[in-house]
């Protein structure tokens, strides 16, 4: 299981894909099953590099997943999960680069909407935020020593 988060733009809600919950399930569970960084892994004892915004993948570990907590009612068969990834990839959201034992998918443009905090907006939202702290700690201190010096009954109230 992978910790941490990834980003998700509002304007999926203007795209044909927020119109249909069961995919947009499915588009979920790959932003959340795809790698945030380089890394290896090993699968049928072969090591798979894979790259920021990809994951390996089976079409029957993919159902698997994708069926976990729904209502047996509600569950979807392999063929026609499988069906859903192929409209994915021919909407240009993923590529898919498929074995015999496995598949390797990609996100299309994670980088894009994955990016790290290194513009210069959010370089200076961090900064401000650092320096609003830091005088927030300085304001505490001088009270504190202020109720030091005065004794906690002789601080007036502000």
Request: hydrophobic fraction near 35%; include cysteine.
């Amino acid at each position: 299981m992978m910790d941490g988060w990834f980003k998700l733009h509002r304007k999926i809600k203007d795209s044909s894909i927020f119109s249909d919950p069961e995919i947009l399930r499915l588009w979920l569970l790959c932003l959340i099953k795809a790698s945030y960084k380089s890394r290896s892994i090993i699968m049928n004892r072969d090591e798979i590099k894979l790259d920021p915004g990809q994951f390996v993948t089976g079409r029957k570990s993919l159902c698997k997943e994708y069926n976990d907590l729904i209502v047996p009612t509600k569950k979807v068969k392999e063929t026609t999960l499988w069906s859903w990834v192929k409209k994915l990839e021919k909407w240009r959201m993923i590529d898919i680069k498929s074995t015999n034992k496995y598949s390797i998918i990609s996100i299309v443009k994670w980088g894009e909407y994955q990016e790290v905090l290194t513009t210069e907006r959010q370089l200076i939202d961090n900064g401000l935020a650092t320096e609003l702290q830091q005088n927030d700690t300085n304001k505490k201190e001088k009270k504190e020593k202020k109720g030091e010096e005065w004794g906690e009954d002789d601080i007036p109230y502000l």
